[in-house]
């Protein structure tokens, strides 16, 4: 079980739900979202760009904002169905990005512990809430949101849990893919294609999940496999006639609660792509890429707090190396950050946080450009104000 099916400490993920059909009436229909608002204040150590008239030198100071709206309905006392909508302005690239439908499917029990699942859902893989009502930090993860974690897929998937009779949970995936973001695209109902993948390659995906003696945390494993990537991961991104790479995403994490007001939190990633193939079928060689990334985690509830209060320590690390001998050794990102998590006004469905993080980056785009960046550090520091129904 990861993360994002549980909820922080401070409560901020209790998602209420209010019927929209008298009990008596079929299907019962809920719903629930959330309103997530952020001020950023961050410096680096950039240095200014003379061919702009921009100061590339000065602090920087940014709004952010995003939504969620979900609606679930009971079809049956068997089915059920869901579909959350996400407003979120901070997207680009398409024309309909500020609105996106990340989840979309419906799900029957098989009965003793089974279901089965079909649609387009947030996928299994990773320790790290995909929403931000299941974080215990302001800002998204570095390890979550590049790219191998945290994607939408569109699948199907075969679920087991049932802590009564035993301790492990698990669910069984094979999706359009991974670790492509048009894998997660089905305009007019038809499943897009990549030129750098066989018509049939499929994804696949396994979530395994201890669950330890008398809620003390669990240890998760989770595995992904494309047949072929599209060749966005790949250092020598491969032409429209050539086939991606395979590429693996093997993952462990750990959640465990010693005492009652602490979770600490851990995981490590490792995902490579593989060689691309040419027209001929030869292997391109040095086309692939290693990446291995982890986090540390504690959080900390402040007992008999005037308000509900937690503090968060976060580092994480991700290193990207390339297989092309042509590219800077490694691209290597890390930041350590700290957080207080508060419920001012004594209710769980509202939170104001804080987080002051360090961070600082090596070769940020090598994998694009071929040639290196500078290295950039540098605090940030954000105010999040996050409401939940």
């Given at each position: 079980?990861?993360?994002?099916?549980?909820?922080?400490a401070l409560?901020?993920?209790?998602?209420?739900?209010?019927?929209?059909?008298?009990?008596?009436?079929?299907?019962?229909?809920?719903?629930?979202?959330?309103?997530?608002?952020?001020?950023?204040?961050?410096?680096?150590?950039?240095?200014?760009?003379?061919?702009?008239?921009?100061?590339?030198t000065?602090p920087?100071?940014?709004?952010?904002?995003?939504?969620?709206?979900?609606?679930?309905?009971?079809?049956?006392?068997?089915?059920d169905?869901?579909v959350?909508?996400?407003?979120?302005?901070?997207?680009?690239?398409?024309?309909?990005a500020?609105?996106q439908?990340?989840?979309m499917?419906v799900?029957?029990d098989?009965?003793d512990?089974?279901?089965?699942?079909?649609?387009?859902?947030?996928?299994?893989?990773?320790?790290?809430?995909?929403?931000?009502?299941g974080?215990?930090?302001?800002?998204n993860?570095?390890?979550?949101?590049?790219g191998?974690?945290?994607?939408?897929?569109?699948?199907?998937?075969?679920?087991?849990n049932?802590?009564?009779k035993s301790p492990?949970?698990?669910?069984?995936?094979?999706?359009?893919g991974y670790?492509?973001?048009?894998?997660?695209?089905?305009?007019?109902?038809?499943?897009?294609?990549?030129a750098?993948?066989?018509?049939?390659d499929?994804?696949?995906?396994?979530?395994?999940?201890?669950?330890l003696p008398?809620?003390?945390g669990?240890?998760?494993?989770?595995?992904?496999?494309?047949?072929h990537?599209?060749g966005?991961?790949?250092?020598?991104a491969?032409?429209t006639?050539y086939?991606?790479?395979?590429?693996?995403?093997?993952?462990?994490?750990?959640?465990v609660?010693?005492?009652k007001?602490?979770?600490?939190?851990?995981?490590?990633?490792?995902?490579?792509v593989?060689?691309?193939?040419?027209?001929?079928?030869?292997?391109?060689?040095?086309?692939g890429?290693?990446?291995?990334?982890?986090?540390?985690?504690?959080?900390?509830?402040?007992?008999?707090?005037?308000?509900?209060?937690?503090?968060?320590g976060?580092?994480?690390?991700?290193?990207?190396?390339s297989?092309?001998?042509?590219?800077?050794?490694?691209?290597?990102?890390?930041e350590?950050?700290g957080?207080?998590l508060?419920?001012?006004?004594?209710?769980?469905?509202?939170?104001?946080n804080?987080?002051?993080a360090?961070?600082k980056?090596?070769?940020?785009?090598f994998?694009a450009?071929g040639?290196?960046?500078?290295?950039v550090?540098?605090?940030?520091?954000?105010?999040?104000?996050?409401?939940?129904?």
């Open positions: 079980m990861t993360l994002r099916h549980l909820v922080p409560g901020l993920a209790a998602l209420t739900a209010t019927s929209a059909f008298a009990a008596d009436k079929a299907p019962t229909v809920t719903f629930a979202g959330w309103s997530d608002n952020i001020l950023t204040l961050a410096n680096d150590d950039a240095k200014d760009n003379p061919a702009t008239a921009k100061d590339e000065k920087s100071v940014r709004f952010s904002s995003a939504a969620s709206l979900k609606a679930m309905w009971k079809v049956s006392d068997r089915v169905a869901k959350n909508l996400w407003f979120y302005p901070d997207t680009v690239g398409t024309a309909n500020s609105l439908a990340r989840e499917y799900t029957v098989l009965t512990g089974f279901s089965w699942q079909m649609g387009k859902y947030i996928d299994h893989i990773g320790w790290i809430s995909a929403e931000p009502t974080l215990y930090s302001v800002n993860s570095l390890i979550g949101y590049l191998i974690y945290g994607n939408d897929v569109i699948g199907t998937a075969l679920n087991y049932d802590p009564k492990f949970s698990g669910s069984l995936h094979i999706t359009n670790f492509t973001g048009s894998d997660a695209l089905s305009p007019g109902y038809v499943a897009t294609n990549s750098n993948r066989e018509n049939t499929l994804g696949y995906g396994l979530d395994l999940t201890y669950a008398n809620d003390m669990n240890i998760d494993f989770d595995f992904a496999y494309d047949m990537s599209s966005q991961n790949n250092v020598l491969p032409a006639n086939l991606g790479g395979n590429a693996l995403l093997v993952g462990l994490n750990a959640t609660k010693p005492v007001e602490l979770m600490i939190g851990a995981e490590v990633m490792m995902f490579t593989g060689e691309a193939e040419n027209a001929a079928k030869v292997k391109v060689a040095n086309s890429e290693k990446r291995t990334q982890g986090l540390l985690l504690a959080n900390y509830a402040i007992p008999n707090a005037p308000w509900g209060m937690s503090l968060t976060l580092v994480q690390y991700v290193q990207i190396k297989d092309n001998p042509g590219t800077p050794d490694k691209e290597k990102r890390m350590v950050a957080e207080v508060t419920n001012p006004f004594g209710t769980s469905n509202f939170g104001l804080l987080e002051v360090y961070f980056k090596d070769n940020i785009g994998l450009t040639a290196p960046n500078s290295e550090k540098g605090i940030s520091v954000a105010i999040e104000a996050i409401a939940t129904f």
